[in-house]
């Protein structure tokens, strides 16, 4: 079965009260969920101290002996499909087809890739002044330094949009975006500029400036199961894997959210909110772009699907998720120090610490849900190549938790070398740095020979 991409209904941002606006509709939940009705749940891998930690945060249980309950929070909620960037400009090149003028522009756009010549397109900002123009303003935009290299139009045709926008339809600073969002390779910015183009699109369609169209015929829902039919095991698996991905995704964007939020309010110092958050914007970028590759192969054709490629070519940049996991314990930590300065920000993650902990437990979750997915779908493939690329897609996303539980090891090792440092006042001119890394320590139970009464005695084991 081809699982084709669903079409993104709403992808316009709503802008602040104070304008006459509602809220983004990326922080809000209220969108009709399509995701798959089977099990998300976690499965856990009998690593060391690195999953030790991961029950926690997704259940509550009640008092008095009652069932264990899912909590009716944010962590919970099922993925909303038309929030990942895929969908967004998927829905996004339909919207601008109904633009005056418009279609030799999307005849240059990718049919396979609905993201990247997207993005690539909106950088020159002639396509911008032309989707404004759509309002049909008293006056036009238009770059009119002709002296200008092309470089310097692009970003004079991008200030012009964006200055006419703040100005002329009152969009907000904190909604728009900069030049550099659009300029720059960072996803989140370009998120804030897909919203300020289908608010654009959402007024010119009021103003009934806009074509009546219809839709690329690659843009339609065509794949699928026949209405009525029954999805084999192997459509559920695949089906899992890219709802999960895309709550994942969700999940990261809720948490970054948060982290956002924390620094506008500024009640907690900077440093201590890289402590907790770490590098959270680039893996929440790294994983819109995974996703991107989960959609695109899910939009194909059963027979040309090859699930494990995207975790072999993306298996190195998956290192970006090693100190995130190894910082999440004393991020867990700090968080807790601080949740009551954290809660004061009303933000949905931060409705108790289960919940933020649970958010920040996410990454190394879905670390571990990877190989379990790509394994299951492996035994219920019958193809010689498919399996062959299922098998490697496995073994890199193995490696790739392998990595993640070593990074959280040597985390703890370093920690414990450390308070072996600090406990001994005289190490006889040694010098501890120049021991290694530690490898190895505990209490252990010893007979020295003497007596036969056993003993406990502190072993340290370093590399050099």
């Not at 891998?45 to 945060?57: D, E, K, Q, R, V």
């Not at 995207?310 to 998720?321: K, Q, R, S």
């Not at 090891?409 to 001119?429: I, M, P, Q, Y």
Request: with cysteine.
């Amino acid at each position: 079965m081809a699982h084709a991409p669903l079409l993104r209904t709403n992808t316009t941002p709503v802008f602040p009260n104070s304008n006459g606006f509602g809220g983004l509709p990326q922080n809000s939940m209220n969108h009709a969920p399509r995701a798959s009705q089977l099990s998300g749940s976690t499965a856990f891998a009998g690593s060391t101290a690195s999953l030790s930690s991961l029950a926690s945060a997704a259940t509550v249980t009640p008092q008095n002996g009652g069932p264990v309950l899912a909590t009716a929070n944010i962590i919970n909620q099922k993925a909303d499909a038309s929030r990942s960037l895929y969908q967004i400009c998927i829905s996004l090149k339909q919207r601008l087809a109904q633009v005056p003028g418009f279609d030799p522009y999307l005849e240059t756009l990718d049919p396979n890739d609905p993201v990247d010549p997207l993005w690539n397109l909106f950088r020159t900002g002639y396509p911008l002044l032309l989707i404004y123009n759509a309002l049909q303003p008293e006056e036009e935009l238009k770059v009119e330094d002709s002296s200008a290299n092309e470089a310097k139009k692009s970003k004079i045709a991008i200030f012009k949009f964006v200055q006419a926008c703040m100005k002329e339809l009152q969009i907000p600073s904190s909604h728009s975006f900069v030049i550099t969002d659009l300029m720059g390779n960072d996803t989140s910015g370009f998120v804030k500029v897909t919203q300020v183009v289908n608010y654009v699109l959402d007024c010119a369609e009021k103003r009934g400036t806009l074509l009546q169209v219809q839709p690329y015929p690659e843009d339609e829902i065509t794949g699928g199961p026949a209405p009525g039919s029954q999805m084999s095991y192997r459509d559920h698996i695949i089906r899992e894997l890219v709802d999960t991905e895309r709550k994942y995704v969700q999940d990261l964007e809720n948490l970054h959210d948060l982290k956002k939020t924390l620094e506008q309010q500024g009640a907690i110092p900077g440093d201590i909110l890289h402590q907790i958050f770490l590098n959270i914007n680039a893996i929440l970028d790294f994983q819109r772009r995974f996703l991107i590759r989960v959609e695109t192969t899910n939009s194909m054709p059963t027979t040309n699907q090859r699930w494990g490629s995207p975790f072999v070519l993306h298996e190195d940049a998956f290192d970006i998720y090693q100190p995130f996991i190894a910082n999440q314990r004393k991020a867990a930590q700090i968080a807790n120090q601080v949740f009551d300065k954290i809660q004061q920000s009303e933000h949905p993650v931060a409705t108790d610490f289960n919940t933020l902990d649970g958010f920040l437990l996410k990454p190394m979750q879905r670390l571990v849900k990877y190989p379990l997915l790509l394994k299951d779908l492996n035994k219920k493939t019958e193809d010689e190549e498919i399996k062959a690329d299922l098998v490697n897609g496995c073994e890199a996303a193995e490696r790739v938790l392998h990595k993640a539980n070593d990074a959280v090891n040597r985390d703890l090792l370093d920690e414990a070398l450390e308070d072996l440092t600090n406990r001994v006042e005289d190490w006889k001119s040694h010098k501890v740095e120049q021991f290694g890394n530690l490898l190895l320590h505990g209490v252990y139970g010893v007979i020295t020979g003497k007596t036969d009464q056993e003993k406990d005695v502190s072993i340290s084991y370093c590399s050099a």
